[in-house]
């Protein structure tokens, strides 16, 4: 009984342990710390719930707040369409179907760097091919892109959404390829168009496929940082500042990590709250 | 198994204090021992000053070994404030940027020099790193900020060069009329750039303006500024900032490839400069340096002094140095902020803390640096402001302002709305906090 635990025990110390000194350790202090004052030098200062009631009367951080729900908003659904629509015409048998996989999987292992700049240049908004291209086709004012408060945040969203559709595509593929032939069969028999066979037989077999693409993609939408922080730096302005960029800024370029942390755990809670509830709604869909 | 466990955690504790008791190197220091100091510095193969100053401080102090420790340049600060926290930083390190001073020295991250700093004698730029009376650090290099310009550019554009008599006024003037004489003259080059820093605008708006304060959160002192900026732009005399932001525009490339006529930047330019004409990354052609054009002209001319700003870039001392080095350290703060140092520095084209006539005549005296009097003027004179001054909110209030800096300049929001708004973010987020 006991060598059986202790072997248990042994396989699986060193994963144990590595998430207990790299994760939990780190998650446990920064709920203390969020109740402290802290610049890192030194001790931490408990200062109760200051933290959090001086997030109600900050204004950057509702306007972050206010950045990452648009984002998330118009991404997920943006992203979900985008890449189920991909991965539906990539199902097909056709020539050269791998490569054309392959070229939509491209941008998500890109170099976030690389991906930043190449859009920013065809974004620019007097020598970008973008605007050009609307120009063209009779669009006098075309807009500003990154570089105007009100389209920088569309400029990202779109961005954002080309980086991810090839991953999702991928998790839709694969959910796409459980679905029984027979059903479209069947469906083919009675005289089904396809847009009937797309929401009566596609979109139900893909229920478990979606509701995870769904929790991935809010998590990944509250947390959006990198894309940003390389792209606009939450400008112009703070027109494209998220959460998780004003975390970075309060913490390491203020040294104020104990109000960053207070916000690191608002952001967990939004994240962990919708998670919770589309687990529920889920759930109770199942039934 | 109950008793064990705080038989481990006594035995654990006990082990850390002997450990702990093992780094302490209490034993008294002999001036000639041998000694190794370690020193950070970025980017080591293409910023030669940390190995500039370490050969030229190890050739006086044989005894002494000063290793380069290496950082990235552009995350220099965060990955020290890790290294201090978790007790690795080097035994010397660089404060890069002044509005960090405030974190490392109110976090006891620096050892008093002010005895290193008393034997420097005069040194302008040691005030930022003093606190009631101590210095934390000392100042190896201040770089101030001028006006670079393109001669062969001026000469094409049949327009009057700089003479030193120039307020702001006279700058937008000149750039437009440069901009109008080029695009004449078949060129595609513009009169100015002004880089996307938020120092290009608000740094002389805040050294300038009299009375201006940064941590008044009182910002009425950069409308001025800013209207002339949005002016060059809409005028097409410099590029906008929505073309050098999303374009990644380098200040390297907009004038060392001749692009622009004129250039408000800081002194560490120089050696920028010099390097890429040898590397090819740079024309070859005439230029020369005038002082930042002035807010009036009360401080315009050369028998005036004109005023500019600049951060010092200065070295402290780790506290968590081992007691036998602290002297070498401090006999190295010394040396760097001296006048042996400074040539050293003047000599690979870097502007050190004091600018002596031997400095600048080690300056001029390199390959491609101007020789006319009003380059020599505005390298030597002027009256240095701090960009950062030392406080808790200077970082907090210089990311307001650094928004507001892209919002203006983007066209976002009107001047006067922008700078409403950043006085009250400012008041309300940061210096109320």
Known sequence: MWRNTLAGWSFILPNFAGFALLTLVPVVVLFYLAFTNWNVFGVAEWTGTANFRRMWGDASFWTALRNTVYYTVFHIPLTMAASLGLALLLNRKLRGVRFFRTVAFLPYITSIVAIAVVWNQLFSPEYGPVNAFLGAVGIGHPPGWTTSADWSMPAVIIVGTWRYMGYYMLLFLAGLQTIPTQLYEAAQLDGATPWQRFVNVTIPGLRHTTFFVTVMLTIESFKVFDLILVMTDGGPGQSTLVLSQYIYQKGFEENQFGYASAVSIVLFAICFGITVIQFMVNKRRNS | MKRAIPAVIGAATALTLVLAGCGGEDEPADPNAPVTITLAGWSLSSTPEFKTLADGFMATHPNVTVELKEYDAANYDTQMTADLAAGTAPDVYVLKNLKNFYTYQSGGQLLDVSDTAKDLGSVPALAPYQVDGKAYAVPYRQDSWVLFYNKELFGKAKVAPPDGSWTWDDYTAAAKQLTTGLRAAGSKATGAYQHIFQSTVQGFALAQ?????????????????????????????????????????????????????????????????????????????????????????????????????????????????????????????????????????????????????????????????????????????????????????????????????????????????????????????????
């Open chain 2, 209 to 433: 303006t009299p009375n201006a304060d940064l941590l008044s959160g009182d910002f009425g002192y950069l409308r001025p500024y800013y209207e002339r900026s949005l002016e060059l732009q809409a005028v097409g005399a410099q590029p906008t900032f929505g073309t050098a932001k999303t374009n990644k525009l380098t200040y390297q490339a907009q004038f060392g490839k001749q692009q622009a006529a004129m250039m408000p930047m800081g002194t560490w330019y120089v050696a920028a400069l010099l390097n890429q004409r040898k590397s090819g990354d740079a024309d070859r052609f005439e230029w020369g340096i005038a002082p930042a054009p002035q807010f009036d002209t009360s401080t315009t001319g050369t028998a005036a002094t004109p005023v500019t700003f600049g951060d010092p870039t200065g070295m402290g001392i780790n506290p968590r140095i081992g007691k036998s080095k602290v002297a070498a350290a401090k006999a190295f703060l010394g040396y760097v902020a001296g006048q042996d140092a400074g040539k050293a520095l003047a000599g690979i084209g870097i502007t050190p803390a004091q600018v002596t006539d031997a400095v600048t005549a080690a300056l001029f005296g390199l390959d491609g640096v101007p020789q006319d009097d009003l380059s020599k003027f505005a390298y030597a004179t002027h009256t240095i402001k701090p960009e950062n001054p030392v406080s808790k909110h200077t970082a907090g209030v210089q990311n307001v302002l650094d928004e507001t800096h892209s919002v203006i300049l983007s066209n976002s929001k009107g001047v006067e709305a922008a700078l409403n708004e950043a006085q009250n973010r400012a008041k309300n987020e940061v210096i109320k906090q």
